[in-house]
């Protein structure tokens, strides 16, 4: 069993935890499973009754980590796969504000903002994003939660 860098626990905790609150509220905790659309760990983890800490999500994550993710943005690309419904390989800005109005709660993002978010990673141009451009957009994200400076 390997052990998950501080850092990226931190990173996971700051994804339950959009509002920057200092806990992650177990509904949240809920959607990101589904969101993550990993059936067998949905089936091994208990969802927690109580919001949790930083503490308290190190530990369980700590207790469910394994080696056979040698990919650390698989969990991101199976994201991406459950965002993109139809299968197409491409996610609009349909299908991205779908995902986050049920992940943040309905129009915490506003359409324009989400647009922007897809405008941003969409090196095309078609008006939706490839899993290549998600996890980009995924990694500068991170980068500016890290306070890092981005481009």
Do not use: C, W
Not at 5 to 27: C, M, S, V, W, Y
Request: proline share 6%.
């Amino acid at each position: 069993m390997s052990e998950i860098p501080p850092e990226e626990i931190k990173q996971a905790f700051a994804l339950f935890d959009p509002q920057n609150t200092g806990r992650i509220e177990p509904q949240a905790f809920h959607q990101i499973l589904n969101i993550l659309g990993d059936e067998e760990l949905k089936a091994t983890i208990r969802i927690p009754t109580h919001p949790l800490t930083l503490e308290e999500f190190t530990a369980l994550v700590s207790r469910y980590d394994s080696d056979e993710s040698k990919d650390p943005e698989e969990p991101y690309r199976r994201a991406f796969r459950s965002i993109n419904r139809d299968g197409s390989g491409h996610v609009s800005a349909q299908e991205l504000k779908v995902a986050l109005d049920s992940f943040l709660g309905p129009n915490v993002l506003s359409e324009a903002k989400v647009d922007e978010v897809i405008n941003e990673g969409d090196v095309s141009g078609e008006g939706r994003i490839t899993v290549e451009e998600f996890l980009k957009i995924i990694h500068k994200s991170e980068q500016k939660h890290r306070g890092e400076h981005v481009l």
